[in-house]
């Protein structure tokens, strides 16, 4: 059984750091893709970020670029995602998610998600 | 504003069929599968169709169509326990991007 755990969410100030992580079983880790998804409070579902299998490619929104950084360790089947610089945009609980497809290395790889995690609040006030 | 676009509410009742969309272009829906997700009462989301394919444990009242640069969910037979909000999905090759769309909230009448 396919099984995504997030943890390390919580209260942070603005400017401040926080780093997520999804420890993954039921499958073979390396073999998928993994992105992070957010939701603020009232919104819609907004991706944040994914890697590859193998971890050597990764993409980010804009609106993460260059303050969080997405990673993984295979030999530990766990997902991370380092948040700085956050800002009260950032609220919200974050998801991580399976791709629904083997990684194959083509872009087709990161085109849907087939099992979630329960999520993680994050919230950024002070 | 959302890259895919969705109905913001359907509504039907038991028993009925009913289909939510979800347009795009041709960097999105048009080249890749479409992710379908339901949420309910913002619990976490749950897979109910992926392409044309049906995940395991999703009642076969679900399913999924695309023409173009639009994607379709239908449920046939509309059930109480299918009041949701559904989201669609895919990657962008132009964005090098996941897009959502904004989503749908069904309501069962």
């Known amino acids: 059984e396919v099984q995504l755990l997030e943890s390390g969410g919580g209260l942070v100030q603005p400017g401040g750091s926080l780093r997520l992580s999804c420890a993954a079983s039921?499958?073979?880790?390396?073999?998928?893709?993994m992105s992070w998804v957010r939701q603020a409070p009232g919104k819609g579902l907004e991706w944040v970020s994914a890697i590859s299998g193998s971890g050597g490619s990764t993409y980010y929104a804009d609106s993460v670029k260059g303050r969080f950084t997405i990673s993984r360790d295979n030999s530990k089947n766990t997902l991370y995602l380092q948040m700085n610089s956050l800002r009260a945009e950032d609220t919200a609980v974050y998801y991580c998610?399976?791709?629904?497809?083997?990684?194959?290395?083509?872009?087709?790889?990161?085109?849907?998600?087939?099992?979630w995690g329960q999520g993680t609040l994050v919230t950024v006030s002070s | 504003q959302s890259a895919l676009t969705q109905e913001a509410s359907v509504s039907g009742t038991v028993g009925q069929k009913v289909t939510l969309s979800c347009t795009g272009n041709s960097n999105n829906i048009g080249s890749y599968a479409v992710g379908w997700y339901q949420q309910i009462s913002h619990g976490a989301p749950k897979t109910v169709m992926f392409g044309n394919s049906l995940p395991s444990g999703i009642p076969d009242r679900f399913s999924g169509s695309k023409s173009g640069t639009t994607a379709s969910l239908t449920i046939s037979g509309l059930q109480p326990e299918d009041e949701a909000d559904y989201y669609c999905s895919t990657w962008d090759y132009s964005l090098s991007a996941v897009v959502f769309g904004g989503g749908t909230k069904l309501t069962v009448l």
């Open positions: 998610a399976k791709a629904g497809v083997v990684d194959s290395g083509y872009s087709y790889s990161y085109s849907y998600f087939d099992y």
């Open positions: 039921g499958f073979t880790f390396s073999s998928y893709a």
